[in-house]
Each structure stands twice: as C-alpha cells, then as structure tokens.
C-alpha cells in the first residue's frame, strides 16, 4: 500500500549553547542513482544518511507515494531499498519509477535524496537501422548502419561471412553509433556482413547485406565526390 507523499524541506538545526552556534551535521552519505536491472531478479537501491546525533529513521518514495514495505520490498537496516524479486510485465509494472530515499531526524528534520528512475531491461523487437547491400569500387568507402533501441542502450557486433570483425584491422573502423565503417575497399572486404544487438536482456541478428564490388568503369570515372552516409 501507498499513502500520498507531503512536500517536505530540508531543515539544519542550529544549536545554540555556550560558544559560537554550530550546524548539527545531517546529511546522506549515499543516495541512489538511476538503475536498469532486468526483471525477476533480487536488487537494492542504496541509501545512507549521517547525524552526529540520532541515528536517521529512513523511508522510500516511489512516484511521489511513500511505500509501505512487504515481503517483496523491504526496507534493509542499512537503509536500501531491497526487492526479492522485480516484478514487470506488460500490463503490471509495480516496480519502474522514479524513486527517493527520505531520511528523518525526529528532533532535527527531514531530508530527501535526488531522484533515482527504476527501468526494466529490455530491447525493441525490430532495428531502428540495419545493414543495406552495397555496390563500391575498390579503394572506396563503404558504411553499414546498425542500430537498435533498448534499455540499456545495446552493444552492437559486426560479423563478415559469420566471423566476428577484427576490430584492429585498420580499414574497419566501429562508429559509436554502431555504424561499421570499411575504408579504402580491397578485395578481401567484399563479403556478406551482418551485426548483432545485445544488452543484459536478450540480443538480436540484423539482416544480412552484401558488399560487392562495382565493375562498371564508367561510373568509377566520371561519379564526383558524395556522401556515402
């Protein structure tokens, strides 16, 4: 269950006896930070504050609710937020969401951490770009594009004829984007390349495209200078 969270300021008390007045020290020490975990598997979203006094009394926020902990989602006397098991499926998602670790002091006050987002894992079903066959020159450039949405954002792999690219060869070149980049063509380039998307959650095979070589000597001569991506 969740009850509706008040809007709640930091306070810092200031203590006033004999001597200069002093800050009482109330602070996190850690908080925690955006996360993607796949679903049906344990995890715990850190949290810790610090009093020079009172040891804080620590609480979670989830969408702007405070959470009620249960035998899936417990509050551990560290002060993390731990889950036995995410839970996630198209139609139920009680674990995604913006989460806040609150810390209070009875006799100081109450501070909240910074937002946190909890997203389940996950890749498209289809490439948003993938490989198209082309036709070059020799000592021309050719460019693959590969790429596929998912959280978190997946690695791309490039294969020619089912081997996996040797990144060190020096005519191919792996942008950031995932788009393969093969310059000055030689012989041995042509061939049938594909790429291949993964992240924690699954991974995915591109279509296959060929690079093959243009022959056509009319074209090599007289096509100025172009965008090739």
Partial sequence: MFCR???????????SGSGSPTFSEFRFTVQ????????????????????????????WIRDDVYMT?????????????????????????PDEGIYQCVATVPSLGTIISRKA??????????????PQSLSVHLRDTAMFACDMGG??????????????????????????????????????????????AENIH??????VAELTQDSNMETYQGVPPHFVM
């Fill in 202 to 207: 699954r991974s995915r095979m591109s279509q």
């Fill in 32 to 59: 925690p930070s955006d996360t993607v975990t796949e679903k049906d598997r344990p995890l715990a979203l850190p949290c810790a504050a610090h009093h020079e006094g009172d040891e804080p009394e620590i609480q």
């Fill in 117 to 130: 987002s909890l997203q389940i894992a996950y890749i498209n079903k289809n490439f948003d770009a993938e």
């Fill in 151 to 196: 959280a978190p954002k997946p690695n791309v792999r490039w294969f020619k004829d089912e081997i996996p690219i040797d990144t060190q060869n020096v005519n191919f070149h792996i942008h950031r984007h995932g788009v393969l980049e093969i310059s000055s063509v030689q012989f041995s380039d042509f061939g049938r390349y594909k790429c291949e």
């Fill in 5 to 15: 969270a008040l809007l709640l300021i930091p306070l810092v008390l200031l203590s």
């Fill in 69 to 93: 902990p249960d035998n899936r989602r417990q509050i551990l006397a560290n002060g993390s937020l731990y889950f036995t098991q995410v839970e996630h499926s198209r139609s139920h998602r």
